[in-house]
């Protein structure tokens, strides 16, 4: 139906850099929103970062002035992540809004399998 493939996550010394690129495939109308949440162990799942179709963008205080989130096209998504910080280890999930063809027109919320970030100190 609707798949999110993700790619980007590995191990980097903090300060350092990765770039999670997120792409959707499938029976797509359209993309809306898509986004990466991350999840370390032992803790909820939380929103890093955001982006519409229009571009607005919206990011977690945690990440701000270190993640860029961007929309390459309609149906890819990149996050940026600079100065990397142990704190962001996690496993780093893209999501995004989607109307699938033939199923009406409300959006339905797709998940990645998730990749790995780890950030040594």
């Known amino acids: 139906q609707v798949q999110l493939v993700e790619s980007g996550g590995g191990l980097v010394q903090a300060g350092g850099s990765l770039r999670l690129s997120c792409t959707a495939f499938?029976?797509?109308?359209?993309?809306?929103?898509m986004g990466w949440y991350r999840q370390a162990p032992g803790k909820e799942r939380e929103l890093v970062a955001d982006?519409?179709?229009?571009?607005?963008a919206n990011y977690a205080d945690s990440v701000k002035g270190r993640f860029t989130i961007s929309r390459d096209n309609a149906k890819k998504t990149v996050l940026q992540m600079n100065d990397l910080e142990s704190e962001d280890t996690a496993v780093y999930y893209c999501?995004?809004?989607?109307?699938?063809?033939?199923?009406?027109?409300?959006?339905?919320?797709?998940w990645g399998q998730g990749t790995q970030v780890t950030v040594s100190s």
């Open positions: 499938g029976s797509i109308f359209r993309v809306n929103t």
């Open positions: 982006i519409t179709r229009d571009g607005t």
């Open positions: 999501n995004a809004v989607v109307i699938v063809l033939g199923q009406g027109p409300s959006g339905r919320e797709f």
